[in-house]
């Protein structure tokens, strides 16, 4: 194992402190691992929670800021945060008007978040979570009942985000955040395992000619495993699966994210395949991320992720964000 890291033990809490030194705009509370806007709550203003496990960076700490996540709970490496963490970002984020969190579905992530929303409605906080279950290629797969949450993740984060900023009523930012993530749907493609450092040995095996079709973003078994074959036909593996299950047509908002190991001429590459692809069959790419969003440590590979848009949410897509690892309009 090479990682840039001192010790296993501390890979998350030394990380932490990192992300403190480098972005005053964000209050970090190292001890009790939890991100929040530097300043406090925004009176009146609904507050947007995630979490999960560290190795998936900028996911979540990163999308924490204007227009997007008011904090985030990072628990260990590939390992759900704790209802503790969680109850304390909701506590510290509450305005009055409620707070929203952001799950993906794996189920320490679902149980924890579901447990911290009962503290804080014990103490008067309002929470109403939405479960983001995006990945089309497993049901019922490692750590999860039904579909794995993934790259959705971060359109739910900017939209309900955007609409929180515009001061709307809690009800309002959960039901567009439920219709985001309905209308996105995702897939994911690993040429290489990534090395967990407390395990310090690779998650699985893959041979140098062989796909993990579908992977999850801990290394889960995806649909299958194949021979490499060539980006074009690896755009159309993943986007053939997404359009099983949800239509592609008009504009659409879509990512093309790195899973930690890829370089961007690749995704850059990729991103042109998975255009030319959705306007073959009657799609039209309005806007798009290139790059790493939520990753995997190190692993080598790519997840796409398609969002159906439509007027609103476009426009709130497009709203003003600051944060570490998104921003513009500001």
Not at 217 to 222: D, N
Request: hydrophobic share 45%; glycine share 12%.
């Amino acid at each position: 194992m090479k990682k840039l890291i001192n010790s296993p033990e501390t890979v998350v809490t030394e990380a932490l402190e990192g992300v403190a030194a480098a972005h005053p705009s964000l209050s970090v509370d190292v001890e009790n691992k939890v991100i929040t806007r530097a300043g406090g709550p925004t009176p009146g203003k609904v507050g947007l929670v995630s979490g999960g496990g560290s190795g998936h960076e900028p996911l979540h700490g990163g999308f924490v800021g204007y227009g997007m996540l008011d904090a985030a709970c990072p628990g260990e490496v590939f390992t759900s945060p704790v209802p503790d963490q969680m109850l304390a970002a909701t506590q510290a984020v509450n305005g009055g008007a409620g707070v929203l969190h952001v799950v993906k579905n794996y189920t320490g992530d679902v149980l924890n978040f579901q447990m911290a929303a009962e503290m804080a409605e014990d103490e008067g906080i309002e929470v109403v979570p939405v479960v983001i279950n995006d990945d089309v290629a497993v049901e019922d797969s490692l750590y999860t009942a039904g579909r794995r949450g993934t790259g959705a993740t971060v359109f739910v984060e900017k939209i309900a985000g955007a609409l929180a900023e515009e001061g709307a009523g809690l009800a309002a930012v959960a039901a567009l955040a439920r219709e985001v993530n309905e209308r996105s749907r995702s897939f994911g493609v690993a040429l290489s395992s990534c090395v967990v450092p407390a395990a310090g040995k690779p998650t699985f095996e893959l041979g140098e000619a062989e796909a993990e079709l579908g992977i999850g973003i801990h290394g889960e078994p995806g649909r299958t495993r194949a021979p490499l074959t060539p980006a074009s036909e690896l755009a159309a593996v993943a986007l053939d699966a997404i359009r099983a299950d949800l239509p592609i047509k008009g504009d659409l908002l879509v990512m093309v994210n790195g899973m930690g190991g890829t370089p961007l001429i690749e995704l850059y590459l990729m991103f042109n395949e998975v255009r030319k692809y959705l306007e073959a069959h009657g799609g039209h790419v309005a806007r798009n991320l290139v790059g790493n969003y939520i990753t995997s440590l190190e692993m080598q590979g790519f997840s796409m992720t398609v969002c159906q848009l439509t007027d609103t949410l476009t426009r709130l897509w497009d709203a003003p964000v600051d944060t570490p690892a998104l921003r513009w309009g500001r």
